[in-house]
Structure formats: structure tokens, C-alpha cells
T-cell receptor, first 114, second 112 residues
Framework: KAGVTQTPRYLIKTRGQQVTLSCSPI?????VSWYQQTPGQGLQFLFE???????NKGNFPGRFSGRQFSNSRSEMNVSTLELGDSALYLC?????????????FGPGTRLLVL | GESVGLHLPTLSVQEGDNSIINCAYS??????FIWYKQESGKGPQFIID?????DKRQGQRVTVLLNKTVKHLSLQIAATQPGDSAVYFC???????????FGGGTRLMVKP
């Protein structure tokens, strides 16, 4: 079974631009979560989606948004990029939400904001 | 809320020795705990998990111990190998969804 895939793997943007990252969960997994990883703040939860609905949201500004499609694929968007948004963005999928099932992570998208 | 801390940012062990990585959490209502391994350039890889109704769980060369009294979690790796070199994170889930709170990570270095 294929793992979680994320595209693109690397991205360079400039301040003020916006970016969209994509995540395809493991086949059959319906819950997708997003995390931001930085050297200073570590791994931080952004949001979780199930059945095209956001179920949980972390403590990030409204510039960070996401959505999920009917095939469980998910995208996250960051608008008006800031230098501090440079990070590794990780997507994780699990079979069902709320069942506290194992979350499997993708390889991440490394975003550099100049 | 929840905070998760790690006792040591770096751990250096000799190949073949056992490794112990520790983690502390703050919320006594936390009921699901996971250990992940992250190698350079990769996403976190699931190692082992444990629920609050257990205090020990074993996998292949790994054991997780949970002490709910002191809110402490540990990962033991037996016969540590060079391939075990990575950053290890503990993560805690104490809510109805899949939101994980991660510790800061311990970098395990295995000396040949």
C-alpha cells in the first residue's frame, strides 16, 4: 500500500506570496492532519480534516487554511507569506478520526520564504 | 492544554548497547501516546504506541513504558544499531480528534 504523498517536495517563495501544498493520504484513510516543523518551535499541529470538514485547529493565524476533497486528498494554503513561515510542512493520515488510530506521516514539503 | 517535554536533547550510545529515551507530559487526561523516529530529510516514522490502559508494550527491539502516576513515558531500544540513529519524538493525544502534541525530540547517535 502506498504511503502518504506530498507535493511539491520543495518550494521557494517570496514574502507576500501565497502557497498551496497538497497531500494524498494512504488509500482508505479518511482523516488528514497537517503539522508545521521548525527548528525553533518543533512539530506543531495546524489542523485536521475528516469528511471534508475541519475537526480540529491549532494555534495558527488565519493565513493558514486547508480543505479536504471527497476523495480524502487535502490541501493547505498559506497566504501573505512571512519569513517565519519557512518550515517543513507535514501531512499525516489515519484511518478514522477520534478513534486514536496511528497517524502515518508523509515526507513533507519544505518551504523556504525569501 | 498539553505540554510534552523531553529530558535529553541528545543521547550518544555505543552500538549494541540499550538506549532509553524519556518523555514527560502534563495532562493527566492524556490517553494515547506514540513514539516516532525521524531521519534526516524524511517525515516522522511510526515506531510504537501505547494507550493509557497499559503500562508496557513491546515491539521488535523496542519497548514503551508508561507511568501515569508521574506522567512519564520512555522508549527503550535494545541492541542499538547504527540504523537507529535519528531524532525520536514522543507525541501525546488527549483530545477527541487526532491532534498530537509533540515533545522537542531526542537525537540518538550510535557510535560504532
Amino acid at each position: 500500500k502506498a504511503g502518504v504523498t506530498q507535493t511539491p517536495r520543495y518550494l521557494i517563495k517570496t514574502r507576500g506570496q501565497q502557497v498551496t501544498l497538497s497531500c494524498s493520504p494512504i488509500s482508505g484513510h479518511r482523516s488528514v492532519s497537517w503539522y508545521q516543523q521548525t527548528p525553533g518551535q518543533g512539530l506543531q499541529f495546524l489542523f485536521e480534516y475528516f469528511s471534508e470538514t475541519q475537526r480540529n485547529k491549532g494555534n495558527f493565524p488565519g493565513r493558514f487554511s486547508g480543505r479536504q476533497f471527497s476523495n480524502s486528498r487535502s490541501e493547505m494554503n498559506v497566504s501573505t507569506l512571512e519569513l517565519g513561515d519557512s518550515a517543513l510542512y507535514l501531512c499525516a493520515s489515519s484511518h478514522i478520526p477520534g478513534g486514536k488510530e496511528t497517524q502515518y506521516f508523509g515526507p513533507g514539503t519544505r518551504l523556504l520564504v525569501l | 492544554g498539553e505540554s510534552v517535554g523531553l529530558h535529553l536533547p541528545t543521547l550518544s550510545v555505543q552500538e549494541g548497547d540499550n538506549s532509553i529515551i524519556n518523555c514527560a507530559y502534563s495532562n493527566s487526561a492524556s490517553d494515547y501516546f506514540i513514539w516516532y523516529k525521524q531521519e534526516s530529510g524524511k517525515g516522522p516514522q511510526f515506531i510504537i504506541d501505547i494507550r493509557s490502559n497499559m503500562d508496557k508494550r513491546q515491539g521488535q527491539r523496542v519497548t514503551v513504558l508508561l507511568n501515569k502516576t508521574v506522567k512519564h513515558l520512555s522508549l527503550q531500544i535494545a541492541a542499538t544499531q547504527p540504523g537507529d540513529s535519528a531524532v525520536y519524538f514522543c507525541a501525546v493525544n488527549n483530545n477527541a480528534g487526532n491532534m498530537l502534541t509533540f515533545g522537542g525530540g531526542t537525537r540518538l547517535m550510535v557510535k560504532p
